[in-house]
C-alpha cells in the first residue's frame, strides 16, 4: 500500500482563493517531500521539509508537518490558473537513503 | 543545465517485442531512479542506483525488466519480452549527494499491444 495518501483526491477553486491538501503517512521518515505535475510532464520538485521542522514556506507555498499525527499540509495562497496541476507528497523513510515514496496525489484545478 | 533526459518520447511496441528506455541524469548528480506512474498504481519505485551501484531494485515487477547504469551519465531500463501490462509513463529522476529532492526527466509513455 501507499506509504503517503493525500486528500482530498480532487480539488476545484477559484483563483485567487487558497488551495490546501493533505498528506498521511503510515511510518515514521526522515523528510516528506511535495511535487507538482502537470498534464503529460515530470514531477517537479516543489519543497522539502524535515522530521524535526514543524513549517516551510516558498514564495506563496506553505508546508507543516505533525509528525505526531503523521500527517503533512500543503497551501497554496492567491492560486493561479498556472497552478492546475496534480500534487504529490513522498515521505522519505529510511534514514540516509533518498528513496521516496509517493501519494496518489491530489488534482488541483483553478478557475479563472 | 538540460535537466534529466529520456529517450524515446513515446515508444509503441507489440507484445513480445524488447523494449529500452534510456536515461541521462544531472551531471554530478550521483543518485538515480526509475519510477512507473499508472493510473491504478500510482507512482511506483522500480530501482535505484548510487554512484552507478544499484542499491534496492525489490520494485522491479519480474525477471521480465532489468536495469544498467553503466557509468554516471547513462542508464537503461529494459523489459524483455514486453506485454500489454507494461504500458506506463516510466521516469527517470536523479538527485546529487546529501540532498533529497529529485530533478525527474520528461518521461518516456510506453504502449504494449
Known amino acids: 500500500s501507499q506509504q503517503g495518501e493525500e486528500d482530498p483526491q480532487a480539488l476545484s477553486i477559484q483563483e485567487g482563493e487558497n488551495a490546501t491538501m493533505n498528506c498521511s503517512y503510515k511510518t515514521s521518515i526522515n523528510n516528506l517531500q511535495w511535487y507538482r505535475q502537470n498534464s503529460g510532464r515530470g514531477l517537479v520538485h516543489l519543497i522539502l521539509?524535515?522530521?524535526?521542522?514543524r513549517e516551510k514556506h516558498s514564495g506563496r507555498l506553505r508546508v507543516t508537518l505533525d509528525t505526531s499525527k503523521k500527517s503533512s499540509s500543503l497551501l497554496i495562497t492567491a492560486s493561479r490558473a498556472a497552478d492546475t496541476a496534480s500534487y504529490f507528497c513522498a515521505t522519505n523513510i529510511i534514514q540516509g537513503a533518498q528513496k521516496l515514496v509517493f501519494g496518489q496525489g491530489t488534482r488541483l484545478t483553478i478557475n479563472p | 543545465d538540460a535537466g534529466v533526459i529520456q529517450s524515446p518520447r513515446h515508444e509503441v511496441t507489440e507484445m513480445g517485442q524488447e523494449v529500452t528506455l534510456r536515461c541521462k541524469p544531472i551531471s554530478g548528480h550521483n543518485s538515480l531512479f526509475w519510477y512507473r506512474q499508472t493510473m491504478m498504481r500510482g507512482l511506483e519505485l522500480l530501482i535505484y542506483?548510487?554512484?552507478?551501484?544499484?542499491?534496492?531494485d525489490s520494485g522491479m515487477p519480474e525477471d521480465r525488466f532489468s536495469a544498467k547504469m553503466p557509468n554516471a551519465s547513462f542508464s537503461t531500463l529494459k523489459i524483455q519480452p514486453s506485454e500489454p501490462r507494461d504500458s506506463a509513463v516510466y521516469f527517470c529522476a536523479s538527485t546529487p549527494r546529501g540532498t533529497y529532492g529529485y530533478t525527474f526527466g520528461s518521461g518516456t509513455r510506453l504502449t504494449v499491444v
Open positions: 521539509i524535515r522530521s524535526n521542522e
Open positions: 542506483f548510487n554512484n552507478n551501484v544499484p542499491i534496492d
